[in-house]
């Protein structure tokens, strides 16, 4: 179980890892991939080392059609993928050759194209409104075109395991159809995510027996089991398993590719990416959610902030004697990490022990800790939440530990007298913000005004513009991130908010948060806190490593 | 697969639905359940008619000793349910009967208690420091003296299956104490979540085999495979299931109760809630995320809104002839129900089809739908999004659709001349929120100055105060909930804010958006849609249904 890949491992094709997120993965609501986003995507799984990026459908989405123009003429240089062209068959009762829809398959230039066709009986009829031999006689038209024009053909079977179970032998003969006319791979597809993994093994066990075809697998997540069908199928004998980045698809989603790459690799100690792969698989998993513009799920298996994050007090304190009993596996081999996290739940072990992450030595400090601790819990039955806000309690950490060791305030950069922003939307119809601060620094009182596009953004300016001149090294400091959560839904407007503002410079990225009823308050209160970290860890050894 | 659960069935004690919601679930990051959320989430449970329901950890926690406390003074009267202390087996050299740990789960009144017992020898030597013989007295000592003062007992053990593949003799040794002391069923607790199915269902047929014991099964989801591994640990002859609200729980969570419910009565047609308890889970899961403050997860099995959400310009169209054909089951056995999504994916039938299901008859205005679709993609393209605003949608629709039908324009309840909102964070460390809205409004200007404790919350004070006393129907429109998006990350505070805004009567529920730099902006669009909603829906009959 805990060995890692050997480095001799030929991946080669007896095992197909084939991605589906530009495709099936853009169906995912609130997803809309630009050409450049597909481009970047297709470009971070190829670093992963997937065998095969289905890039979108040539001919049906113009943007999927340029997307494979833009490829061919060589923004895209793949290094261990293949990319594949998705289509249907040909219409029915016309022929592969004078159907636009497959020329534009051949025209996209992909070395692969996977054909979705219908295994249904009941789709056949009722949706594609024709017959079972005809709808054969598409697939296997289509199948023989583009193999004979030098392209590697996949099938789709859709609606396959409905369909098998409804009526065997239709299912069947759309799979003979497929591989007889020179199709590589049949692939069993779960389209409406139905199926559980014990009889999906057993269909799967069942079909390779009955035909000795090479079998592929693609799960939706209907039944909250598409790893786990996936897997079971790999495992039933399918060498060809369909994913999605993070899960993306309609509905309840796919398979996600991650869960699947890390129980295929470090349970069943298959080679499934090449030497090195799996590491980046946390850091891709990311990129892919940021261009997707969905936030990652942090509870995602193997590859979520929390993975691998323990809460209870309990764990915690153990963990400090063995953390290996309490991960499934080592997270660094999915290239994540092990994280302590701090909540009213946790005692003073967890305390101390995120402390010594945070380069805040706590152990020689028991009243630090426990001032800490009764801080922690006050602020965070206020709405605060220090779990993605590292730098926000390395600060309450150092200044409870300054506090208890008598060594004296923390550096403070400025001193707010008060500010004021003005949010006019003129008559004119133009929307302008402006913010005047009003701080002490260096000794000094300065008044600084500027404006901005929001209120928010106003401030931010309005703060440097004063502070920049007395302390330079703020220059470097930028807003690298900007989150809003509004607490207790149920008040409407007069929720709480809670604002992440995530600060960088040019050595290190953090996190700070602020929380109040006025969303610029709450947005003001991150932002000193983020100049006051930066000011702190600037006059204390071993405080500014990343975060 | 689609038989209904026969209303006969009686539930009895053959099969345990165990929600641990309130305990194992409250360690998810983020979660921190108040006494009175607690009674709530049990409430809700309850109504759904879960067999059991954990409430906590009395003795270790305070807050959930107070829970018990309360529920046995009467606050919790449960129908279906019954009430579950967990806590831990006495410590090592002690008796039971002086434990106070011990003693804490006698005095919380439950009828049932739950014992975590380790049964990985790593984990009894190196984390509990003691040894196997020693780890089994004390579950025996602990079992006998509960059931002796008349509880029910079942035991967790703990990281059940590492400890078993390690050494399956300890493992099965505490299973024994256990049961021999008189523990109802041992429920073998899959703790670091590294289990996949198919070896998973033989180890719970091998351990029925080997020991004849009542089996319940408690899996993580760090493979992503929990639902599916307390499903087929189900079919391999486990008769207790524990499960949490949506997955609620450490790292990557624990299995869905409502994903492993809807497989359970769905799939196995196993009678697992009583009669009509299975339509409740949908309601019964959103209303858990609110108590847990986290946003409900759109693309959850079952009861996730996009479960049954169909976006594909393909699907939507073959949806129109047969809807059962595209999704595993029936949406509204499980109290959810099909949405068609309008995107820039959508083509013009899903349009057509969102129409109709809003009250906007487009059949027969072609030249509507051409123009809202090409407004939907501008629109889309610039960060707006109507998957969540159906009321906005149908706004522009109905805009749409009198342009193209020449019936002239919607009414506009007023006109904006001008806003002005002005934030003080003042000398004193006050903090005040002003805004002026200057409107036309039945003919005439009005000027109205109101405070908010936030920027969007005086702006929408002020324009009540501005035309209540015009349009006395806005008196009982009010704001139910706001969600603000930041999109396009990497910008930090320069990025395009999406805010989203629940309003509500007496009648109905409607959400629209707004999108625009300023978040003070977007959330004034979003205001005014919301009233151009009410006032298009008071003027026209058939669209005031509750969204």
């Not at 079977?157 to 179970?165: L, S």
Request: glycine share 8%.
């Amino acid at each position: 179980m805990s060995r890692t890949i050997p480095a001799s491992t030929p991946l080669g094709d007896d095992f197909h890892v084939y991605d589906t997120t530009l495709r099936d993965g853009a169906q995912r609501e609130g997803i809309s991939y630009s050409v450049a986003d597909k481009l970047a995507v297709a470009r971070l799984l190829d670093s992963l080392g997937v065998g095969f990026i289905e890039g979108g459908w040539p001919g049906a989405l113009p943007k999927d059609t340029e997307f494979f123009h833009r490829a061919a003429a060589g923004e895209l240089d793949l290094q261990h993928a293949a990319l594949v062209a998705f289509g249907s068959t040909r219409r029915a009762g016309t022929a592969a050759v004078d159907d636009p829809q497959v020329r534009a398959l051949l025209d996209s230039g992909a070395p692969v194209v996977t054909l979705v066709a219908k295994a249904d009986r009941r789709h056949i009829e009722r949706a594609l409104r024709t017959d079972p031999a005809e709808n054969c006689a598409m697939v296997a038209d289509t199948v023989r075109h583009l193999v004979g024009a030098g392209r590697r053909v996949f099938v789709d079977a859709e609606h396959f395991f409905d369909g098998y179970a409804h009526d065997p032998d239709t299912a069947l003969r759309v799979l003979d159809a497929a591989v007889t006319a020179g199709a590589d791979v049949a692939v069993l597809c779960d389209t409406n995510g139905g199926q559980l993994p014990l009889q999906l093994a057993r269909t799967v066990e069942e079909v390779i027996a009955r035909t000795g075809f090479r079998i592929g697998i693609h799960c939706q997540d209907d039944t909250s089991c598409a790893v786990a069908n996936s897997v079971a199928a790999v495992q039933a004998g399918a060498s060809h398993v369909q994913c999605t980045a993070n899960g993306y698809g309609e509905r309840a989603g796919n398979a996600d590719l991650f869960a699947v790459l890390g129980n295929l690799a470090t349970k069943l100690d298959m080679p499934v990416l090449p030497e090195g792969g799996l590491r980046e698989t946390t850091r891709v998993a990311h990129a892919l959610a940021e261009i997707a513009n969905i936030g990652p799920d942090a509870h995602q298996a193997y590859v979520g902030q929390s993975a691998f994050a323990h809460k209870a007090g309990l764990h915690a304190s153990a963990i400090k004697v063995d953390p290996e009993l309490y991960n499934h596996i080592d997270p660094e081999r999915v290239g994540n990490g092990m994280r302590v996290l701090v909540t009213e739940m946790a005692g003073r072990a967890s305390l101390e022990l995120k402390g010594a992450e945070l380069g805040v030595d706590l152990a020689g400090s028991p009243d630090a800790i426990t001032a800490a601790v009764r801080r922690v819990k006050e602020l965070e039955a206020r709405g605060w939440s220090f779990e993605a806000a590292d730098a926000s309690l390395e600060l309450l950490l150092r200044r409870e530990k300054a506090e208890a060791d008598g060594t004296g305030q923390l550096p403070v950069p400025f001193e707010l007298e008060s500010y004021r922003v003005v949010l006019d939307h003129r008559s004119d119809g133009e929307v302008v913000a402006e913010a005047t601060v009003k701080v002490h620094v260096t000794g000094q009182r300065v008044i600084a005004t500027a404006e901005g596009n929001g209120p928010v953004n106003a401030l931010d300016a309005a703060l440097r513009e004063a502070l920049v001149p007395h302390l330079p090294w703020l220059g470097d400091v930028e807003l690298a991130d900007y989150k809003v959560r509004i607490l207790a839904d149920a008040a409407g407007t007069d929720a709480v908010t809670r604002v992440l503002v995530e600060s960088r410079d040019g050595a290190e990225e953090w996190t700070t948060v602020g929380v109040h009823g006025n969303i610029v308050e709450a947005s003001w209160l991150a932002l000193c806190d983020a100049l006051a970290y930066k000011a702190a860890a600037r006059s204390a050894v071993g405080s500014s490593r990343a975060r």
